[in-house]
């Protein structure tokens, strides 16, 4: 029979116990990486659509402030600067 020295397996037991706990941390650490790029490509992605919709809102106020202008308006000129910008 061998006989092992009296401090070997509790070394080995931390050593394994510690690459494990490196070995979790690893991968905690990776899948918070994959999580977060995730994340910011959607956010990339909603910020165009926010974007656009913004832009519309913007138009669709323009549009109906001129709507508005051309009905009130009884200055033919007025009216026919409205008609452009709507027309634009």
Same mark, same amino acid.
């Given at each position: 029979?061998?006989?092992?020295?009296?401090?070997?397996?509790?070394?080995?037991?931390?050593?394994?116990?510690?690459?494990?706990? #490196? !070995?979790?941390? +690893? $991968?905690?650490?990776?899948?918070?990486?994959?999580?977060?790029? @995730?994340?910011?490509?959607? /956010?990339?992605?909603?910020?165009?659509?926010?974007?656009?919709?913004?832009?519309?809102?913007?138009?669709?106020?323009? #549009? !109906?402030?001129? +709507? $508005?202008?051309?009905?009130?308006?009884?200055?033919?000129?007025? @009216?026919?600067?409205?008609? /452009?910008?709507?027309?634009?």
């Amino acid at each position: 029979m061998t006989a092992k020295p009296p401090g070997q397996a509790p070394t080995r037991r931390l050593i394994i116990f510690y690459v494990t706990a #490196l !070995s979790a941390v +690893a $991968l905690i650490s990776i899948f918070a990486q994959v999580t977060i790029e @995730r994340s910011l490509v959607q /956010q990339a992605s909603n910020s165009r659509v926010i974007n656009l919709a913004g832009r519309q809102r913007m138009l669709g106020q323009k #549009l !109906s402030k001129a +709507a $508005l202008a051309i009905e009130g308006s009884k200055n033919n000129q007025v @009216r026919q600067a409205y008609l /452009q910008e709507i027309q634009e």
